[in-house]
């Protein structure tokens, strides 16, 4: 399972750089513009260079309105700014057609700048608090644009969670799904150490956090903290320890 750590400034990036070795991927967005708010190009471009260059960067595009060619040039613009991992969160998108719609041309703009580039369809396990798709069509919608990945978050920051919302057993079926396709699979949604037991179980690809390794826990007035996020990868390297000592035992 791999890390994915949100930080929404260059100092909190720098912060990152600290703890590099205990995370995969950073990942730009900029939290009071929404659950993925994106940020400036010129703040992907520096959090590119503030980290090491060996991790990737990613990099939200927003809480996406149904409008394909507008959603496009916005992703090609984080690609551009040096992100190589390109999240759209599929917002004002109500029914599969039209988060295909968004996805392909999302696709399209960044692949044809970086073929290599990883581009991720992202849904909301709170769908049904705003209207968007239901969190088991991203799969086929990510699948069917030729996206990389399918992710889920929470669209709604009020406390409530990723499991609060699509219970362990859905999101299991989730990750079926998205490995059926030949994707991977991404969580993220408040998600804290205690989650990490069935996260893993389920066979998660990626875990997105950014509250669990802030100061206080709070993702929008707190820091991350670079003891956090080690303390959190220790955790998730023992939930992988112990689980893969029960599959070799049973």
Excluded at 79 to 105: F, N, W
Excluded at 209 to 214: D, F, K, N, Q, Y
Excluded at 230 to 235: G, I, N, P, Y
């Amino acid at each position: 399972m791999l890390l994915l750590i949100s930080p929404d400034s260059v100092e909190e990036a720098l912060d990152c750089a600290k703890a590099a070795e205990y995370l995969d991927i950073v990942d730009v967005k900029k939290p009071d513009e929404g659950s993925l708010g994106a940020n400036y190009p010129w703040v992907i471009r520096e959090i590119r260079e503030a980290v090491p260059a060996d991790k990737p960067v990613s990099a939200t595009v927003g809480d996406v309105p149904y409008k394909p060619g507008t959603v496009a040039q916005a992703a090609l613009g984080a690609a551009v700014s040096g992100a190589t991992y390109i999240k759209v969160g599929l917002y004002g998108c109500t029914t599969p057609e039209q988060a295909i719609d968004v996805m392909r041309g999302v696709v399209r703009a960044v692949k044809d700048y970086r073929p290599d580039a990883f581009v991720v369809a992202s849904g909301y396990a709170d769908a049904h608090r705003i209207g968007c798709v239901n969190p088991l069509a991203l799969p086929d919608i990510a699948l069917r644009s030729g996206s990389d990945a399918a992710m889920l978050d929470t669209a709604i920051k009020d406390g409530t969670r990723l499991f609060d919302h699509v219970p362990p057993d859905v999101c299991a079926e989730f990750v079926r799904l998205a490995h059926e396709a030949g994707l991977l699979a991404a969580l993220a949604g408040s998600v804290k150490e205690g989650d990490l037991g069935e996260l893993t179980r389920i066979g998660t690809d990626i875990v997105g956090v950014r509250g669990a390794v802030c100061e206080g826990g709070d993702r929008t007035t707190g820091r991350i903290q670079p003891r956090q996020v080690a303390a959190f990868r220790a955790e998730m390297d023992r939930h992988a320890r112990e689980y893969a000592a029960a599959v070799a035992a049973s």
